[in-house]
T-cell receptor, first 113, second 116 residues
């Protein structure tokens, strides 16, 4: 069975500072990994996905994530936070078979001016 | 292209009432799922379907029913609403995953349900 742990339910950063949102996964098979973003009162939007083609994955809005098998991690980063990045971020895992995505509990990102 | 459409966007029910949350997708996706989102709990899977006529239970199926008679539609039925079912409900769809094929889920805008 797959599972995802997101460390920190709330992260606060200053505008222009590095954003680091942590995600660790558990999977019995090579996982497919995703980061989604949810803006207030909206649905979830895909930020990026790990396809096994490259361990460093670039997504939209300047975000990227690095897959580290040895650490079972897929942390999300952005070099410089912007006010518009304030949202909730979800890490998700799939085994690529007939089961839907399994989500972490989410991390709310606040950006302080 | 509408993507995944959920109706209604908001709903208030009285305890014991039943209702159906609608979900439709126009991307010809085989896979469809229902999640509920509660504060601090992330998204939890209620039911899912891998194709027309095929459904299965997720993590929190009790009190909900689904059917999949067409590829496009995947309605979620609340049989007898309870305050514990107050939540935001999301429908998602995706193509079939496979070897070296990474499929992303597309989400609707959600239905905010309050049971009083």
């Amino acid at each position: 069975a797959q599972s995802v742990t997101q460390l920190g339910s709330h992260v606060s950063v200053s505008e222009g500072a590095l954003v680091l949102l942590r995600c660790n996964y558990s999977s019995s098979v090579p996982p497919y990994l995703f980061w989604y973003v949810q803006y207030p009162n909206q649905g979830l939007q895909l930020l990026l996905k790990y396809t096994s083609a490259a361990t460093l994955v670039k997504g939209i809005n300047g975000f990227e994530a690095e897959f580290k098998k040895s650490e079972t991690s897929f942390h999300l980063t952005k070099p410089s936070a912007h006010m518009s990045d304030a949202a909730e971020y979800f890490c998700a895992v799939s085994d690529g078979r007939n089961t839907p995505l399994v989500f972490g509990k989410g991390t709310r990102l606040s950006v302080i001016a | 292209n509408a993507g995944v459409t959920q109706t209604p966007k908001f709903q208030v029910l009285k305890t014991g009432q039943s209702m159906t949350l609608q979900c439709a997708q126009d991307m010809n996706h085989e896979y469809m799922s229902w999640y509920r989102q509660d504060p601090g709990m992330g998204l939890r899977l209620i039911h899912y379907s891998v194709g027309a006529g095929i459904t299965d239970q997720g993590e929190v199926p009790n009190g909900y029913n689904v059917s999949r008679s067409t590829t496009e539609d995947f309605p979620l039925r609340l049989l007898s609403a309870a305050p514990s079912q107050t939540s935001v409900y999301f429908c998602a769809s995706s193509t079939r995953p496979g070897p070296n094929v990474v499929t992303e889920a597309f989400f609707g805008q959600g239905t905010r349900l309050t049971v009083v």
